[in-house]
């Protein structure tokens, strides 16, 4: 198979390439070793492929064959903007989750939660976040403490 890219479309896909990589290292522990390593083959393939083009300076060769991505990539303002909006999202995502299971756990075991059926397991869930949500929405972290015994 061969997919012929313009330089913009070439741009754009190690553009793409640096962010999902960035997301990948992020949550490298939840992929197996093979799973990681493949994508860090096709990450390294299509480096490899830049460097060969006038787009060489967004990436750096760092052995014979292994590529990453370039100090042009770290620095490109509308990437950063882009990484910074998926972390603060990822964060209050991640955050109101947890503590919505947190309070269910707390009323329930999990073996209780478990074996709820899953349209009820979804809807409490989702009560639990609903209530994080509006409270983080109207004040922020304002009314967070954390409360010691």
Avoid at 1 to 27: C, T
Avoid at 97 to 108: A, F, P, S, V, Y
């Amino acid at each position: 198979m061969k997919i012929e890219f313009n330089e913009k479309e070439l741009k754009n896909l190690v553009s793409l390439v640096y962010l999902a990589s960035f997301i990948v290292d992020m949550r490298d522990e939840e992929l197996g070793e093979d799973e990681y390593d493949d994508f860090q083959d096709v990450i390294n393939k299509i480096y490899r492929s830049a460097s060969k083009t006038p787009l060489r300076d967004l990436v750096d060769q760092i052995r014979d064959d292994e590529y990453e991505a370039a100090e042009a990539l770290f620095t490109d303002p509308k990437l950063n903007a882009i990484i910074e909006s998926y972390e603060s999202e990822n964060f209050w995502e991640r955050l109101v989750q947890m503590l919505g299971m947190r309070d269910i756990t707390e009323k329930m075991s999990e073996q209780e939660f478990a074996s709820l059926a899953p349209e009820k397991k979804g809807k409490l869930v989702q009560e639990h976040i609903e209530k994080y949500l509006q409270e983080f929405n109207k004040h922020g972290v304002v009314n967070l403490r954390i409360v010691t015994e």
